[in-house]
């Protein structure tokens, strides 16, 4: 194998852990190392590409939305797939059932839908799979 693959399985919806956070920090040095990323994104996961996402002000602190300059999970992925664009590649891919169920289908650029049967293949052709579950 002269390509090193690594997959990583998501299931986290944004902003409820840190496992998101950490996940993008693997993707990002993964790529930076030259190692070709597929994710398959799961369940909550499917939310972290979400288009509709948008920066907020914080009430409590009195903040603006430019003050604040709060992130949201669709401009990290964003910044993931330009990253990862040509190579190393990045393959994100969100679960199509997981992307109906919550209604999460206006997705950043870059991500794609697919299915279980597309971590099965991306798992078996992996160098490494790394499993990041809600608990």
């Not at 914080?58 to 401009?75: A, F, I, L």
């Not at 169920?101 to 206006?106: C, H, I, L």
Request: proline residues 7%; aromatic residues 6%; hydrophobic residues 35%.
């Amino acid at each position: 194998m002269s390509e090193k693959t690594l997959t990583l399985a998501l299931m986290d919806p944004p902003y409820e852990s840190a496992n998101s956070t950490t996940a993008f920090r693997i993707i990002s040095s993964a790529l930076k190392k030259g190692i070709h990323v597929n994710v398959f994104a799961y369940e909550g996961a499917v939310n972290l590409a979400m288009k509709d996402q948008s920066p907020h002000p914080n009430p409590v602190k009195g903040t603006t939305v430019e003050e604040e300059d709060h992130p949201t999970t669709k401009n990290f992925i964003s910044s993931l797939v330009e990253i990862g664009k040509d190579s190393p590649l990045l393959n994100w891919v969100n679960c199509g059932l997981c992307v109906d169920e919550r209604g999460a289908a206006n997705a950043v650029e870059g991500v794609r839908r697919g299915g279980p049967a597309d971590f099965l293949k991306m798992a078996l052709e992996s160098t490494n799979t790394l499993v990041i579950p809600t608990r």
